[in-house]
T-cell receptor, first 117, second 113 residues
């Protein structure tokens, strides 16, 4: 299967701990996105990479959040000093801009469900 | 912040019936996409309609877009129990080069066998 994969699928942590999630996009995709989804809501944009460059960050992404895509392939999202309000599903998506413009489909991974106790 | 408003929030129908979901948005768009999400799972892309298109079909799905009213609808014909899921519209914006999507709150569809 060459779809978007995310690891881990589930994470339970105690408040104050750090957590890191990984996303592996579809191999030929140069764009990678992180979204957060809370129960009963649609996903909300967090950040975006084109190749290894982080080009946009949402105001939702506080100083405790950091994302990287060091070689333009997989990406990591780290949350430091987790809070109960960080409990959510973290979704990764990838797409290709090589067709030009911004009208490309985003393909989503299965998500990482985080529970902060 | 979320741009889309979806209507209804929840819909329950019998198998074989058609399901219609509506999405409204606030600012100009480049494209509008519909996604399906089964409970606790990732999102599956259904269909993309560009701002210069008015209607698009894919199998049992029909999507319309009215940019003058800033609204879209998703019609699922001859529904099946397997169509039970949450459906989200998401807008892509021409003012941004990132292609990021802004999602609505979704419509939860239940198809009873």
């Amino acid at each position: 299967d060459t779809g978007v994969s995310q690891d881990p699928r589930h994470k339970i942590t105690k408040r104050g701990q750090n957590v890191t999630f990984r996303c592996d996009p579809i191999s030929e995709h140069n764009r990678l996105y992180w979204y957060r989804q809370t129960l009963g809501q649609g996903p909300e944009f967090l950040t975006y990479f084109q190749n290894e460059a982080q080009l946009e960050k949402s105001r939702l992404l506080s100083d405790r959040f950091s994302a990287e895509r060091p070689k333009g392939s997989f990406s990591t999202l780290e949350i430091q000093r987790t809070e109960q309000g960080d409990s959510a599903m973290y979704l990764c998506a990838s797409s290709s801009s090589r067709g030009g413009g911004t009208q490309e489909t985003q393909y989503f991974g299965p998500g990482t469900r985080l529970l902060v106790l | 912040s979320q741009q889309g408003e979806e209507d209804p929030q929840a819909l329950s129908i019998q198998e074989g019936e058609n399901a219609t979901m509506n999405c409204s948005y606030k600012t100009s768009i480049n494209n509008l996409q519909w996604y399906r999400q089964n409970s606790g799972r990732g999102l599956v892309h259904l269909i993309l309609i560009r701002s210069n298109e008015r209607e698009k079909h894919s199998g049992r799905l029909r999507v319309t877009l009215d940019t003058s009213k800033k609204s879209s609808s998703l019609l699922i014909t001859a529904s099946r129990a397997a169509d039970t899921a949450s459906y989200f519209c998401a807008t892509g914006h021409g003012s941004s080069n990132t292609g990021k999507l802004i999602f609505g709150q979704g419509t939860t569809l239940q198809v009873k066998p």
